[in-house]
């Protein structure tokens, strides 16, 4: 089976940084994804972590450890654009496994 | 840039009609899937094909069917709807990971179904 775990809610001020952790226990393991869903609309793609270590990509960095089944999500200096929610999904071939999301609000 | 396209942001059907949900994408994508997403539950995944008239369940199959008769079309149907599906319901294609690796999927902008 699949367990995919991430905090339900986080706010945080304008500036600032979060981290947004998921764990997860999954019956296969091909990658890590992380998708950002503002309300209303579609998921839309922002990191793929497949080994362990941190991948960063301008404001936000991924990190993963294969053997902890761990993930983080790093947001930097945060707007208020990055109000939104953010999934954690594993991948098992062409098959994703997603957690509930995390919803973060920015604060002014 | 990639497009998945769904035939209708809000729909409302009553009980026991017969609801088609269509999902085009135009980048050849091998795989197309049909997801659910209801509020604290996350997305889960209904049914998913990997190539024309290819199909596989997936988390969630009850009450639902597909159909993928063309390669860029992939059609959830829901045979008798009830009120437990009123939700959010998006559409994904992936290609296969070829030189990329990966499995990155682009998703459709939704459709909200009610049940009434």
């Known amino acids: 089976g699949q367990n995919i775990d991430q905090p339900t809610e986080m706010t945080a001020t304008e500036g600032a940084i979060v981290q947004i952790n998921c764990t997860y226990q999954?019956?296969?393991?091909?990658?890590l994804f992380w998708y950002q869903q503002h309300a209303g609309e579609a998921p839309t793609f922002l990191s793929y972590?497949?080994?362990?270590g941190l991948e960063e990509k301008g404001r936000f960095s991924s990190f993963l450890s294969r053997s902890k089944g761990y993930s983080y999500l790093l947001l930097k200096e945060l707007q208020m654009k990055d109000s939104a929610s953010y999934l954690c999904?594993?991948?098992?071939?062409?098959?994703?496994?997603f957690g509930a999301g995390t919803t973060v609000t920015v604060r002014a | 840039d990639v497009k998945v396209t769904q035939s209708s942001r809000y729909l409302v059907k009553r009980t026991g009609e017969k609801v088609f949900l269509e999902c085009v994408q135009d980048?050849?994508?091998?795989?197309m899937f049909w997801y659910r997403q209801d509020p604290g539950l996350g997305l889960r995944l209904i049914y998913f094909?990997?190539?024309?008239?290819?199909?596989e369940k997936g988390d969630i199959p009850e009450g639902y069917s597909v159909s993928r008769e063309k390669k860029e079309r992939f059609s959830l149907i829901l045979e008798s709807a009830s009120t437990n599906q009123t939700s959010m319901y998006l559409c994904a294609s992936s290609p296969s990971p070829g030189t990329s690796g990966t499995w990155e999927q682009y998703f459709g902008p939704g459709t909200r179904l009610t049940v009434t």
């Open positions: 972590n497949v080994l362990d």
């Open positions: 999904a594993v991948s098992n071939d062409y098959k994703l496994s």
């Open positions: 094909s990997y190539d024309v008239k290819m199909k």
């Open positions: 999954t019956s296969g393991f091909n990658g």
């Open positions: 980048m050849d994508h091998e795989n």
